[in-house]
T-cell receptor
Framework: GEDVEQSLFLSVREGDSSVINCTYT??????LYWYKQEPGAGLQLLTY?????DMKQDQRLTVLLNKKDKHLSLRIADTQTGDSAIYFC?????????????FGTGTKLQVIP | KAGVTQTPRYLIKTRGQQVTLSCSPI?????VSWYQQTPGQGLQFLFE???????NKGNFPGRFSGRQFSNSRSEMNVSTLELGDSALYLC???????????FGQGTRLTVV
């Protein structure tokens, strides 16, 4: 079945760049997502990338996709304390249904002032 | 427009009881998915409904069930609750052809 893995924890200083990594196993993934979850809240979609792209930039966020290695990363430039949250990588494949999305375990980002 | 609304936000039940959680999707969205989030297992897919039909189901026991009404509102039911069912239950809705799924704030269920 599909599997998505992330490191559990990342700590950075305010103003530095953060890079959160993710690997996945489903080679037929169509979309890959990054979600943010703040304490006590649901998931907020930050950005997504279609599987035929290798990079997408959206303001402070840059997503890199290496489809050959099945590796996805999220870079947050100029990280702020408000970026402290759990970040989930997720993939959606054509198999298993229309909206079945498999999530990673989440990476807790701690931003040190 | 209003977001995805889940009720109740918090719930405490005892083992053996049953519980029903509700999700109202964004107006016009016909697809609703449910997820269970626990510290140990992360986010796991429960099921997805589209136009009142279950379209996909995750690997959960039959105690977990759901349904969707003609107005796209969805409910999930867990019977014979176990301590391990304590979790944050998240609902997401999506419009036809949309890439993005919008999540509600979740219902935190505690089983004691």
């Amino acid at each position: 079945g599909e599997d998505v893995e992330q490191s559990l924890f990342l700590s950075v200083r305010e103003g530095d760049s953060s890079v959160i990594n993710c690997t996945y196993t489903d080679s037929s993934s169509t979309y890959l997502y990054w979600y943010k979850q703040e304490p006590g809240a649901g998931l907020q979609l930050l950005t997504y990338i279609f599987s035929n792209m290798d990079m997408k930039q959206d303001q402070r966020l840059t997503v890199l996709l290496n489809k050959k290695d099945k590796h996805l990363s999220l870079r947050i430039a100029d990280t702020q304390t408000g970026d402290s949250a759990i970040y989930f990588c997720a993939e959606r494949g054509p198999s298993g249904g229309y909206q079945k999305v498999t999530f990673g375990t989440g990476t807790k980002l701690q931003v040190i002032p | 427009k209003a977001g995805v609304t889940q009720t109740p936000r918090y719930l405490i039940k005892t083992r053996g009881q049953q519980v029903t959680l509700s999700c109202s999707p964004i107006s016009g969205h016909r697809s609703v998915s449910w997820y269970q989030q626990t510290p140990g297992q992360g986010l796991q897919f429960l099921f997805e409904y589209f136009s009142e039909t279950q379209r996909n189901k995750g690997n959960f026991p039959g105690r977990f069930s759901g349904r969707q009404f003609s107005n796209s509102r969805s409910e999930m039911n867990v019977s014979t609750l176990e301590l391990g069912d304590s979790a944050l239950y998240l609902c997401a809705s999506r419009g036809t052809g949309d890439t993005e799924a919008f999540f509600g704030q979740g219902t935190r269920l505690t089983v004691v």
